[in-house]
């Protein structure tokens, strides 16, 4: 059965604009999400994940979408004005930030946050919403819902802090979730926890979900899809068993070659020579080849273009 496509991005653009100049955080970015999928966005830190995500739902202040779609169920949000857009924020389109502690508020009870997201939607008031709060912690498998609703952020560990997230993210019914490093600031143990409570809660309501995380590990469990991010573009797409089993770009070899692994005995992790370059400083053609280890003299001169090698994938690199 074919899928629906939920979102299609087209050329997005998004800048900063400083001192009169204009610096590329995503650049001419593309990409489709169909519903009930669910997408990874991969890179190191910098490379332009969180912005590309905020960019969707008009949250980039104080950057400035310059050029490109983004189509959600037909309507370009970009075209939207404030107050528009707000009816697709967390009604239509949810996100997850990756530290709870900063983004719940210290002296309100984590029941009261979650029932103002739930009144916002303007769909239910008093008791009504109350149980609903309740259902959402339920959702989340919070282990005691009625104790949640009355518990402040600073008494929860980090877990439990990241589930009233995901509570307040899904009071609206969300078609598409965006998790925005939802597990960085989790042990493994609980990290893995949150990760299978969303694939349920996937399950359960039909969504489609935008998985954004450096660990490109971490991704097997969760993706349909992925795709690689570097300095503001994406560099390779494709399914998640495909690439992890095959990559092309060298830098989602690189990527991989970092990752231990438990049949091989090594004393030294691999790492990828550099950084990502900051916006304002690319260097001219790849922008990826200052750190490739099969650069040649021509990916200095020419920016490779973004190029299907079949019908799932596509890469950003004439040399594989």
């Known amino acids: 059965m074919k899928q629906i496509i939920l979102l299609q991005v087209s050329g997005l653009k998004t800048h900063i604009i400083t001192n009169g100049n204009s610096l590329p955080i995503v650049d001419n970015v593309s990409f489709v999400i169909k519903m009930g999928e669910t997408v990874g966005l991969v890179g190191e830190s910098g490379c332009g994940k969180s912005m590309t995500a905020l960019s969707l739902i ?8 310059i050029g490109g779609k983004v189509i959600f169920n037909g309507t370009d949000l970009v075209s939207l004005d404030k107050k528009s857009i707000r009816e697709y924020r967390g009604k239509k389109i949810a996100m997850i930030f990756q530290e709870p502690m900063t983004s719940l508020n210290p002296v309100m009870s984590c029941g009261k946050q979650i029932l103002e997201a739930v009144k916002m939607q303007g769909e239910l008031n008093g008791a009504h919403a109350k149980q609903r709060v309740i259902e959402l912690l339920n959702l989340v498998k919070y282990p005691d819902p009625k104790m949640g609703y009355k518990s402040y952020p600073h008494e929860l560990s980090g877990g439990m802090r990241q589930r009233v ?8 019914k969300p078609d ?18 949150i990760v299978n409570l969303l ?27 992925i795709m690689v991010m570097y300095a503001g573009q994406i560099i390779e797409e494709g399914p998640t068993e495909i690439i992890l089993k095959s990559p092309l770009h060298p830098y989602t070899k690189a990527l991989l ?22 916006p304002g400083n690319y260097p001219s053609g790849c922008r990826f080849h200052p750190r490739c280890s099969i650069a040649v003299e021509g990916c200095s001169v020419d920016e490779p273009e973004f190029v299907e090698v079949s019908d799932s994938r596509r890469v950003r690199c004439p040399y594989v």
């Open 199 to 225: 694939k349920k809660i996937q399950q359960q309501l039909g969504m489609a979900i935008l998985f954004i995380t450096h660990d490109i590990g971490l991704i097997k469990q969760v993706s349909d899809k």
């Open 257 to 278: 070659a970092c990752l231990p692994r438990i049949d091989e005995k090594m004393e030294i992790l691999p790492s990828i020579p550099g950084n990502v370059p900051t």
């Open 176 to 193: 598409l979730l965006i998790a925005d490093e939802p597990t960085t600031a989790l042990d493994v143990t609980v990290q893995a926890e």
């Open 165 to 172: 997230m995901i509570a307040m993210a899904l009071a609206g």
């Open 58 to 65: 008009g949250l980039q202040k104080p950057a400035k979408i």
